[in-house]
């Protein structure tokens, strides 16, 4: 059986070199690294997270929280920090709440996390005083993404929500639209996200900069998903004269806003623009203008923050400030100038 003193004799560099270089610590060149994975693929050496925990304890196991599996956002996160994580000798432990209040209950105001894990990540989970105190007590690392919460001592990747809104309004308004209609997150969904706030706070001062009043018969709420942006289109245009533009909190909605509008029989872009934010997979396909925001590498970052303290020397200090990665706007097919008539 190979052992790291095999790939360390290899690689012609020291065991804690090899250690390092395998769980993705930046004190490691890149030329280093190389030659230790070249070394530890020839001898098909792996980090074994069993003798991991017997040596030190460990479980080799970080705990990964996402409100649903199924969205691309929180799948692209995921895939993203498990690289990371298998790379530096850790496995994932999933914990789907499935938009369910009692499934967050159970995972999060338990003991079981400690047991089971070494630490762990949030991924927009919004978090209430219980969850926070019982987070707290667990005494792990961790860090979040892309959520309104806070845990002291735990740093936060994230985009700017409020700034990526005013983005996609501001596009809509340079074109001339001031008819802009917006379609925000449901404020009855169990798990009570945030993020949907932000974006409508960046909404309205994208408008009232531009003296345009935020009307209120344009805001319409509903789920972040495609069928969540279709329905509330069509509430939208149930509602009187239609927008010119629409901006909507997710790609996903925006993809429903799509449909509902064909099936109308308004033309996008020439009746009705329409833009999101993301920068889904799909968004490429249909056209769709978006403020695209760094999914992948919010995981690979917070996936390597919470590996320091896990891998990295006895009291090596970490900063806790948040990270916030920028977006860009991407303009396609979707929006154009509105019709003169």
């Not at 003193?5 to 610590?25: E, M």
């Not at 105190?133 to 994230?158: E, F, K, Q, Y």
Request: include cysteine; aromatic fraction near 4%.
């Amino acid at each position: 059986m190979t052992k790291i003193d095999d790939v360390a004799r290899l690689a012609g560099v020291s065991t804690a070199t090899v250690s390092r270089a395998l769980r993705g610590l930046p004190t490691v060149s890149a030329a280093t690294r190389r030659r230790v994975l070249a070394a530890a693929e020839q001898l098909d050496y792996a980090v074994s997270p069993s003798a991991s925990r017997l040596a030190g304890g460990r479980t080799g196991t970080v705990a990964v929280v996402v409100p649903r599996i199924t969205r691309w956002f929180f799948a692209t996160v995921v895939e993203a920090a498990e690289e990371v994580f298998h790379t530096g000798g850790y496995d994932l432990l999933l914990h789907n709440l499935g938009g369910r209040e009692q499934t967050r209950r159970r995972v999060l105001r338990t003991a079981n996390l400690h047991k089971r894990s070494d630490a762990i990540l949030l991924v927009a989970t919004p978090l209430r005083p219980a969850d926070l105190t019982a987070l707290t007590a667990l005494d792990l690392p961790g860090a979040i993404i892309s959520s309104g919460s806070v845990v002291p001592g735990w740093p936060c990747v994230r985009i700017d929500d409020v700034a990526a809104a005013r983005t996609a309004t501001g596009h809509l308004l340079a074109l001339g639209h001031r008819r802009i209609a917006h379609l925000s997150g449901d404020p009855e969904d169990e798990l009570a996200y945030t993020t949907h706030l932000d974006r409508r706070r960046g909404y309205q001062q994208a408008l009232r900069a531009a003296g345009v009043q935020p009307d209120p018969r344009l805001d319409v709420e509903s789920r972040f998903t495609i069928d969540g942006g279709h329905q509330a289109t069509v509430e939208l245009l149930r509602r009187g004269e239609p927008p010119t533009a629409i901006f909507a909190a997710c790609d996903e909605m925006a993809m429903g806003a799509l449909s509902a509008l064909r099936a109308a029989g308004l033309r996008v872009p020439q009746d009705v623009s329409v833009i999101g934010i993301d920068d889904h997979d799909l968004s490429v396909v249909l056209g769709l203008s978006t403020v695209a925001q760094p999914a992948a590498e919010q995981g690979r970052l917070a996936a390597r923050v919470l590996l320091d303290p896990l891998v990295g020397a006895a009291g090596q200090a970490r900063s806790t400030a948040p990270v916030i990665l920028p977006t860009r706007l991407v303009v396609r097919d979707s929006t154009a100038p509105p019709r003169a008539n």
